[in-house]
C-alpha cells in the first residue's frame, strides 16, 4: 500500500520537485509516517503469531490496528500529491 501511494505522488509536479531541488516538500512529520509504518508492521506480525484457538477477539482487534495504520499512512502520503 506505502509502495502504490508513492508512484501518484512522485509522478506529480510537487513531488518531483521535492526529489530534485528539495522545494515543497511535506508538511506531515516524519514521525508519524514512520509510527504509522511500523505501527502496521508490529500489528501484522502479532497478528499472524497470535494462536489462532486463543482469544480471537484479541486477533481481530490486531488487523484492524493493522489496517487502521494502513490507511491513515496511504492517507497522509497520498495528501501530498
Known sequence: MVVLSFVP???SVRGSRCI????ECSA???ALL???F???V???LTALL???ARWTGARVGLVV??????VVLACLILSYA
Open 20 to 23: 530534485t531541488d528539495g522545494d
Open 38 to 40: 511500523w505501527t502496521a
Open 28 to 30: 506531515v512529520p516524519g
Open 65 to 70: 490496528v493493522q489496517w487502521t495504520a494502513q
Open 42 to 44: 508490529v500489528a501484522g
Open 9 to 11: 505522488v512522485l509522478a
Open 34 to 36: 514512520y509510527g504509522c
Open 50 to 52: 497470535w494462536p489462532r
